[in-house]
């Protein structure tokens, strides 16, 4: 049974580029989130899918824009990069009637220079 | 609003000393609350959680109780291991997750 996966593991991007970072729940999970955490810092909540839409968001900018496809895998597109967006995405899934329990792939090490 | 304050590491312990990492928080409700431990190059796992006041979450040795009255949820273990070195994280929910900033700790032997 695979745990949940995350694609890449590593990029580099430069300013202003635009990344897209993928994710591919745990088997039987139908709930996505995404997280940001910043180096030294603890996750924080960007969004959740579940349903292919966005139902709940942190307090991040519209630059940060997610998508869940019908198999529930997802992916996380980030605009107009900042020097700040350099940080470990993480991905958690879930059940939609259990959410509190999640669990959470390695993450996505973005570098923006 | 809700929030997570986690005691500031680092820490660094002898092996088979025992482990107190604090955590206090504010939230808006009753919220679950979660420790979560990551280890170096991976993701986070969940280490334990307690969903009501007075219940004690345990798991590997490690144990934490949620207090309403203090809104603490402090994690202990009674003797650390090597093995236990890694980064841990209080979490609660409450719609969505809040974490706190980590604590890292390293067990010597």
């Known amino acids: 049974d695979a745990g949940v996966t995350q694609s890449p593991t590593h990029l580099i991007k430069t300013r202003g580029q635009q990344v897209t970072l993928r994710c591919s729940p745990k088997s039987g999970h139908d709930t996505v989130s995404w997280y940001q955490q910043a180096l030294g810092q603890g996750p924080q909540f960007i969004f959740q899918?579940?349903?292919?839409?966005?139902?709940q968001r942190g307090n991040f900018p519209d630059r940060f824009s997610g998508h869940q496809f019908p198999n529930y895998s997802s992916e996380l597109n980030v605009n107009a990069l900042l020097l700040g967006d350099s940080a470990l995405y993480l991905c958690?899934?879930?059940?939609?009637?259990?959410?509190?329990?999640?669990?959470f792939g390695p993450g996505t090490r973005l570098l923006v220079l | 609003g809700n929030s997570v304050t986690q005691m500031e590491g680092p820490v660094t312990l002898s092996e088979e000393a025992f482990l107190t990492i604090n955590c206090t928080y504010t939230a808006t409700g009753y919220p679950s609350l979660f420790w979560y431990v990551q280890y170096p190059g991976e993701g986070l796992q969940l280490l334990l959680k307690a969903t009501k006041a007075d219940d004690k979450g345990s798991n590997k040795g490690f144990e934490a109780t949620y207090r309403k009255e203090t809104t603490s949820f402090h994690l202990e273990k009674g003797s650390v291991q090597v093995s236990d070195s890694a980064v841990y994280f209080c979490?609660?929910?409450?719609?969505?997750?809040?974490f706190g900033t980590g604590t890292s700790l390293t067990v010597i032997p």
């Open positions: 979490a609660l929910s409450r719609n969505q997750f809040y």
């Open positions: 958690a899934s879930s059940l939609r009637q259990n959410q509190e329990t999640q669990y």
């Open positions: 899918y579940y349903e292919e839409e966005e139902r």
